[in-house]
């Protein structure tokens, strides 16, 4: 049974540091990537972030690139999202899903490449 469960979120002031885990069971991360989307109130949801362990590629939403760095630790079945200089805009819940392959190709079509979802951790950034 595939699971995935978030974890790590909470409040934050602007500029602050979070990280994210996103602990995968059911499969192993060579088989599939694992991405991080966000949905703000009222808003889309969004893909934030990709990692895929069967050619280490990274995925970066531009509104992160240089601010949030996505990993993986294979040993523990875990990607990891640092998440730095966080803006109010952040303010979301964080959604970790697993990739329908292994080479984040699913997620670079959007949420409805992803088979699994996570039920998401809130992130909060305010002063």
């Known amino acids: 049974q595939v699971q995935l469960v978030e974890s790590g979120g909470g409040l934050v002031q602007p500029g602050g540091s979070l990280r994210l885990s996103c602990v995968a069971s059911?499969?192993?991360?060579?088989?599939?990537?694992i991405g991080w989307f966000r949905q703000a109130p009222g808003k889309e949801r969004e893909g934030v972030s990709c990692?895929?362990?069967?050619?280490?590629?990274?995925y970066y939403a531009d509104s992160v690139k240089g601010r949030f760095t996505i990993s993986g630790d294979n040993a523990k079945n875990t990607v990891y999202l640092q998440m730095n200089s966080l803006k109010p805009e952040g303010t979301a819940v964080y959604y970790c899903?697993?990739?329908?392959?292994?080479?984040?190709?699913?997620?670079?079509?959007?949420?409805?490449?992803?088979?699994?979802w996570g039920k998401g951790t809130l992130v909060t950034v305010s002063s």
């Open positions: 059911g499969f192993t991360l060579d088989v599939r990537g």
């Open positions: 899903a697993a990739d329908r392959f292994a080479d984040c190709s699913g997620y670079v079509r959007g949420k409805h490449g992803m088979d699994y």
């Open positions: 990692f895929s362990h069967s050619d280490s590629s990274t």
